[in-house]
């Protein structure tokens, strides 16, 4: 079993930045993106469990009940979205006390990971403080990091099956470029690799397909399955920069222009010398941005202008649109609706 190790205060609710702690249901508030990424997280397999430091807890000055009232309607709601907290671990203690199970230690949930054969080498911990993250290193799961009272990182899960190929993703747009990528196809891993990579995604994609037939469906339908899921992230598309605008490597020279304009177009100009670049087709790779800007719904322009060697090519093409992407799809502190005068991106 593989488990998503929750922060509680300021990564899923709000938290007072004087108290530092909930102290009543006027106070309540989940963060921005809280419902949706907890849902894709849940949908991607993953149990959901809180480990919450509560200073005092259940002494005079900060008495169960005000803790118990405050969780059980912050729990309610998640239900209300068909959310369910596997189990919630909290240490009740100050600093000073030095027990086995405050974090960053990791007495809370050592029996709970035993019994339950957690799957530590896929779980993750998800929290806004350093001892959220050593506390993961202690574990021995993947961290990520949000910045208190911010927004959740930003999650979208899919799986996509048909005669032709089998896919399974989860994507952090909030990442820090960590990827678990496997396609069948060497050269398209190392590919994607670097775009998420540069986009600062976090990224597993599995991909079985017919490659006894073709590279053409496994492909394509990973350009569907990671533009679908970045569409699933964005949401409404509100709060975003929009736009992405360049990228040399070595030799060669791309420009690629993005827009999250809601509508797919995609402009290819460029082409190759090789049929093959490893085991990849280098006319797929149009296709594959094809196929991904159709599913994102953007407006995606790529043009060589320069350059010998095909690798170094289509590698620029594919760092390049992972740089738009970091640029597009981060929050702009000057945009609180979305960003179009139509007051929608459709």
């Known amino acids: 079993m593989k488990v998503a190790f929750l922060d509680r205060d300021g990564t899923l609710l709000w938290e007072p930045p004087v108290t530092e702690r909930i102290d009543s249901l006027a106070e309540l508030r989940l963060l921005p993106n809280v419902p949706e990424s907890l849902a894709a997280l849940q949908a991607h397999g993953y149990a959901l469990v809180i480990v919450s430091n509560q200073d005092g807890l259940g002494g005079p000055s900060y008495p169960r009940s005000i803790f118990d009232t405050v969780q059980a309607e912050f ?9 369910s907290i596997s189990e919630v671990f909290v240490c009740p203690h100050v600093l000073a006390d030095d027990c086995p199970c405050r974090k960053p230690r990791t007495g809370l949930v050592e029996e709970y990971v035993r019994c339950e054969q957690v799957d530590l080498a896929h779980s993750l911990m998800i929290g806004d403080r350093q001892s959220d993250a050593e506390f993961a290193d202690n574990l021995g799961v993947r961290f990520i990091r949000m910045e208190t009272n ?12 048909t005669t032709e190929t089998d896919i399974s993703l989860l994507l952090n747009i909030d990442g820090s470029g960590v990827t678990e990528i496997s396609t069948g196809i060497g050269f398209f891993d190392h590919m994607l690799d670097l775009l998420a990579r540069h986009a600062l995604f976090d990224l597993s994609l599995r991909v079985d397909g017919d490659l006894s ?53 995609l402009v290819f100009q460029g082409s190759f010398r090789r049929r093959y670049v490893g ?28 350059g010998k060697n095909d690798h170094h090519k289509i590698e620029a093409i594919f760092k390049s649109v992972g740089r738009c992407l970091r640029q597009a799809l981060r929050n702009c502190p000057h945009e609180s609706g979305v960003p179009s005068t139509k007051g929608v991106l459709l």
């Open 75 to 83: 729990l309610r709601r998640l239900a209300e979205k068909n959310i």
């Open 150 to 161: 911010w927004r959740f990182p930003r999650f979208a899960s899919l799986k996509r099956k």
């Open 213 to 265: 037939v073709d590279e053409h469906h496994t492909v394509e339908d990973a350009g569907l399955a990671l533009g679908k899921a970045l569409a699933d992230a964005i949401r409404d598309r509100q709060g975003l920069e929009r736009y992405g605008f360049l990228l040399p490597m070595d030799e060669s020279l791309v420009e690629t222009a993005l827009d999250l304009s809601g509508r797919s177009c």
């Open 279 to 306: 085991t990849m087709p280098t006319e797929l790779v149009p296709h594959f941005f094809e196929a991904f800007g159709q599913a994102l719904r953007c407006g995606l322009h790529i043009t060589i202008r320069r």
